[in-house]
């Protein structure tokens, strides 16, 4: 490593004796000496504890979408503090808010907010049992929804011999109710007939089918038009209700998100992230006679739903978003940028592709896109694995994960394109040499 974290590194030390891990997440434990600790974040840039500084990419995992510290929502965020704050009752400002949604997201007739994406889903995934008075629902493999029990489940695709049937689907965290097994399905992305196959065999039981249609969590794998709307069609044969999950897309690939961009529309739907700017605020929206389950005995609240000030930043953030050329500015540098790296990367004759959408693409090491999960963990990703840590210490702050995508925000400029793709050359040069050195040629047998 170049760069220094001496203070990062101390801060971890001293922070694990308080936090498990040293983090209030487990996301952000990259390790003893590898874990950073942000200082302050500024545009498109952030400055670690030991000032480095850095153009950021992963912007939060997503939220981010104009900027760190945006004057225009944070101004907003302050006026949002004169409200008061909560006080276990609405605000006229809820309704705006809500009514924005709905017209730029025609699925969204009828809003709920909440405060993260994780309880965004929960909450749909009730409505779907409480609708279809069934408790079982599918997941689409290697997707990711939230740190609540009835998603953290995976299909275990590395020990998996296709000759064996299905893989086994385990549980991703200890602590999860083993019971809840058996209300999980997961099924593979693009394989309608996969999904036919299952519902036919369990439809009586599956009240919610979860997707998110480019895959925010796993390269941005992205799922075909075909594919949505003959899912779209399974859904409306076996009664179960269609929830898409926006967290990551909503407010961000177009204004009405993912829906928008391959013309399909769920029954419900959930937003978090892009909506507030990094301020803490989500949704869940849809059909009315879904939505409306919750005067119908589904509960749905939260003493901290719709804080003042994370409400203002939405209200800001989606007006920035909904009435100013930022989503086209924002697709425009991510596809100049994936062109500059292609270059890059050809002028290597090194084989590749970009999954998703110039917002939040992935980077993948092979001729084509992977069309699901299976594919992705198929492919190879070392090379991503030795360039990502050479990025951190040339300034470019992506996910050491390659299942995460680049963010790009409103704030990427062209002094940002630049160093990047300065940065990008060097790194892929290095990773190169690594992986060809006669060490690695040995560690490889
Ligand atoms: N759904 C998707 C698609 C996500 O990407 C995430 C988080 O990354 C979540 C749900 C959970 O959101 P949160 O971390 O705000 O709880």
């Known amino acids: 490593m170049r760069r220094s974290l001496e203070r990062s590194n101390a801060q971890y ?10 983090v209030s997440s487990n996301f952000r434990y990259w390790g003893a000496k590898k874990t950073l600790y942000a200082d302050h974040g500024r545009g498109a840039r952030l400055w670690d504890l030991d000032g480095n500084e850095y153009i950021d990419y992963r912007l939060g995992y997503g939220p981010c979408i104009l900027g760190y510290a945006d004057p225009r929502v944070d101004e907003a965020a302050r006026q949002g503090i004169t409200v008061g704050g909560v006080f276990a009752l609405s605000t006229e400002l809820e309704y705006e808010v809500a009514s924005r949604i709905s017209r730029m997201v025609p699925a969204a007739e009828m809003v709920r907010f909440s405060n993260s994406g994780t309880e965004a889903v929960m909450a749909a995934l009730r409505l ?54 058996k209300l999980t399905h997961f099924t593979p992305l693009n394989d309608a007939n996969h999904l036919e196959d299952l519902l036919r065999r369990h439809g009586n039981e ?35 209700i269609m929830i898409v999950d926006e967290v990551k897309t909503g407010f961000r690939v177009a204004r009405g998100g993912v829906q928008e961009l391959m013309g399909f529309k769920s029954d419900l739907c959930t937003f978090a992230k892009a909506m507030g700017n990094g301020y803490p605020i989500s949704a869940v929206a849809g059909r009315k006679d879904i939505m409306m389950q919750v005067a119908n005995g589904v509960t749905h609240g939260g003493t901290y739903t719709c804080h003042s000030v994370a409400l203002a930043a939405a209200n800001k953030t989606l007006e920035i978003l909904d009435e100013t050329p930022a989503l086209e500015t924002i697709a425009k540098y991510g596809d100049e940028l994936n062109a500059g790296r ?19 693409s992935g980077l993948f090491f092979s001729e084509s896109a992977p069309t699901n999960y299976r594919d992705w963990l198929n492919s190879d990703y070392t090379f991503y694995d030795t360039m ?33 793709l300065t940065a990008f050359e060097k790194a892929v040069g290095e990773a ?6 006669p060490k690695a040629a040995q560690a490889a047998g």
């Open 13 to 22: 030390r001293k922070a694990s004796a308080r936090l498990p891990m040293g």
């Open 342 to 360: 292609s270059r890059i990367l050809n002028d290597h004759g090194i084989d590749h592709c970009f999954t998703g959408h110039g917002s939040m």
């Open 388 to 420: 990502a840590p050479r990025l951190h210490d040339y300034g470019i702050l992506c996910e050491p994960d390659s299942r995460e995508p680049w963010f790009i925000c409103e704030a990427h400029d062209q002094a940002c394109m630049q160093q990047t």
């Open 128 to 181: 779907a049992r409480a609708y279809t008075r069934k408790d079982s629902h599918v997941i689409v493999e290697g997707g990711y929804h939230g740190v609540f029990d009835s998603v953290l489940w995976y299909t275990n695709i590395e020990d998996w011999d296709e000759a064996d049937g299905e893989p086994q689907v385990e549980v991703d965290s200890k602590g999860v109710p083993k019971l809840l097994r």
């Open 432 to 437: 190169l040499e690594e992986l060809n050195s």
């Open 206 to 240: 599956i009240g919610a089918f979860l997707i998110e249609p480019i895959m925010g969590n796993c390269c941005s794998i992205t799922a075909t038009r075909e594919y949505l709307l003959a899912a779209r069609e399974l859904c409306e044969k076996y009664n179960v």
